[in-house]
């Protein structure tokens, strides 16, 4: 006899016994008061202060390739914006490994990973990231965002504790909270709060496990961490550190394998995660450590267990990209982005010496004063978006400006004159 658990029907609650063998539910009734607002008129209202705190967002159409050059309601626009670091988004090369892929495997993958889903662009992408970031084993997600979801609410349960930088990603932010840990904050790059903090979990949760959460490039600052300091203290502390490199790799360190690399770090860092959709140009996120830690990801990660595996293109296209980084072209084309990167920094007066990363942060300070620049640039034929609250302070509204390989000196140039002027006191 099938017995049914918990099963929903459309049954009309009440029905006459007999009339319906399906198991019947009561739908309970929302309880809003009788004379509250309107759904309508409530959600109104919120996108009402977001304007007036002119914290309102909207999305741009661009109308072409992501390249430095991009069309934008009917405008050819400087684009100094965009993640694609190495400008890798648009590159013959990916777009060639795309196609073959989608030749071969068709477009969609079916399922989730666990189910149908593995096809294999994506077991040897992640081959490929175990090699590049010379770890036991790598995970590959739908993207960086579900990278971290799934990551941290797995690793750490309700006893235990995770440490975060006051500057992480908002991904990362949410993936501790959904963990339902323990969640510590520290002002950014403090190592003596990391400590006291580290110290604190040791005593109130001795037998619990203790994570460490912080980025090596910061994703609205540009500016790194002292991952030499982290990695001891963590170490010293019996704490497993889990490193975003999301906008290190590619950019930092040999072959652009990341700030843990460039440091000699590379095996003291427990977890390696990071995105395939910057610096390599296409989309997914990834995880890279011990061949068990992944096994445990693969079984526990609600992100990557409950959603259908990317397509295969979106994987070959990574493995394309990892290739790339590997090659002559991927170092030249590295050493091209810090000629530019110093190049900003001797044409705009507002920076003296050439930045850690392809991120620059123009702080601003209101979100109004953030919104007024990002139009003179508009006006003057430049895409950059104002950064305001939440993804960043209050009052600490910003443009950020990325500078990609790609860009010309001609266009560097141009966008640094725009920015002198509006910069003058
Ligand atoms: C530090 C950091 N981690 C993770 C992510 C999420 O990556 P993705 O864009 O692939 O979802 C981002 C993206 O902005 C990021 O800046």
Redesign the pocket.
Known sequence: MTRFLGVRSCATPGAPAGADSSPVFKVRTPEFPANGPSWADSIASELNALEAASLLRKCRVVDSPQQPEVALTGRRLLNFSSNDYLGLAADPLLREAAKAAIDRFGVGAGASRLVCGTMAPHRELEDRLATFKKSEAALTFS???AA?LGTLSALARSEDVIILDKLC?A?LIDGARLSGATIRVFPHNDLGKLESHLRWARKQFPSGRVLVVT?SVF?MDGDLSPLEDIVDLKDRHGAFLLL?E??AVGVRGRNGRGLAFERGLSERIDLHMG?L?KALGG?G?YVCGRRRSIEFLLNKARSFIYSTAPGPAAAATSSAALDFLLSEDGEERRQKLAANLAQFAEDCSAFSAAPPSAIIPVILGTSQAALSASEALLDAGFLIPAIRFPTVAKNAARLRVTVSAIHESHQIRELCAVLNRLLAP
Request: cysteine-free; aromatic content about 6%; hydrophobic content about 15%.
């Open positions: 993207s960086g965002y971290a990603h991904s980025e994703s975003d999301a906008h995105t959709s989309s996120g």
